[in-house]
């Protein structure tokens, strides 16, 4: 049997793709950058290629033969394995750009693009980025350029440059000024505060932080909806407080992601390294009786109860959308459908409530809306229909 991707046989082939399947080094940009060094008209291809290999999630330790058809073989083999152990209850998503299986008579399992039904085309509506300063002027952000930020008296507190704005480090004044960043839906942001921590912010998100840090006082800011990444600088004088609504995070230096989007029933924080504490924001910060988080396991506080819960948890999938890639892991529809309405600013309304509970898994990394929503029709036979950029799934 004879395996083909969309013709592009020679990259599955090719030295670069055959030293990476056989390594344990996790894929990178460079990657594909030196393969289009080689085959600059290879583009598209490239593109494909890449949807591809993200839709096996293998792990290449797993195929350590020195001999790369056996290994493609043993790849291809696991694709079966896992498509047989599919049930009506748990769906393996396929990424926009799908795998295709040349047998020796020469069937395709997908139809050619030219046959593919017609929809609409979705309008993404262009919202803007706005930082609001201190005395509520609002700021529209316009993205990739390079310009200073001014205060509501024409001072000069720091610059922006493309997709982040850099405040500058300046002697602390008894008063605080606070600034709120405001991202939408379909974006993202990078913001360095004045002590050098940097803050990622995605879809949907609203940070609240001063434009300077009080020397003798906690660095306190308020992720007041939506999603954010801290790398926090370090000093032990002065702990960095998130604020979450509900609840505290209190660190001296680290790394680790918040979500608390208003519709989700609780607030996640993961932590990459270093370490946290979380606690209720309604009561004095208690060390002995705060909840101390570990890297790679994940914090759910309860929003109802106000209980934590405390498990392992792979960085990876809550830290992709800061590289602009969306990782489901046995995610509920209903839930995948919230997530992408974020990323991609459109509105989706579920009329097939039979989905709602079974689950998908899927990684989508340059593939737009239109790309996904095909997927799920191929595949799963999931109507919609299209009217500007509200998407409506029957």
Known sequence: ??????????????????????????????????????????????????????LMNFNPDEFSDTDFNTTWQNII???????????PKFYILKVAALLVLFLNLGYFLLNQKTTK???????????????????????????????????????VFGNQKGNELIYKKEIEKEKIAYNTLTVPYGKRFKVKLSDGTIVHLNS?????????????????????????????????EHPFVVNSNQMNIRVLGTKFNVSSYPEDSSIST????????????????????AFLLKPNFKALWKKKTKKIEITNAD???YT???YGKIIFRYITFQDMLKKLERHYNVEIIDNNKTLDNKLFAASFDIETIEDVLETLNTNYHINYTIKDNKIIIN
Do not use: C
Not at 80 to 87: L, Q, T
């Open 204 to 236: 949907g998100t609203s940070l609240k932080y001063p434009v300077n840090f009080i020397k003798g006082q906690d660095r306190l800011v308020f992720l007041e909806n939506g999603e954010a990444y801290f790398e926090v600088a370090k000093d032990k």
């Open 1 to 54: 049997m004879k395996y083909n991707y969309f013709g592009v046989e020679d990259f599955i082939k090719d030295e670069y793709f055959q030293k990476w399947i056989l390594s344990t080094d996790e894929m990178t940009d460079n990657f594909w950058e030196n393969w289009l060094l080689k085959h600059p008209n290879k583009k598209d291809d490239v593109a494909e290629a890449k949807r591809f290999i993200l």
């Open 77 to 87: 083999e696991k694709r079966d394995y896992v498509n047989k152990k599919s049930s």
């Open 270 to 289: 993961v932590l990459v390294e270093g370490s946290v504490k979380i606690y209720d924001a309604n009561k004095t910060y208690n060390p002995k009786t």
């Open 117 to 155: 039904k017609a929809h609409a085309k979705i309008i993404i509506p262009n919202k803007s980025i706005t930082l609001k300063l201190e005395n509520g002027t609002t700021k529209v952000i316009k993205e990739n350029i390079n310009t200073s930020l001014e205060n509501s008296k024409g001072k």
């Open 320 to 322: 992709a959308w800061i």
């Open 315 to 317: 960085v990876d999938l």
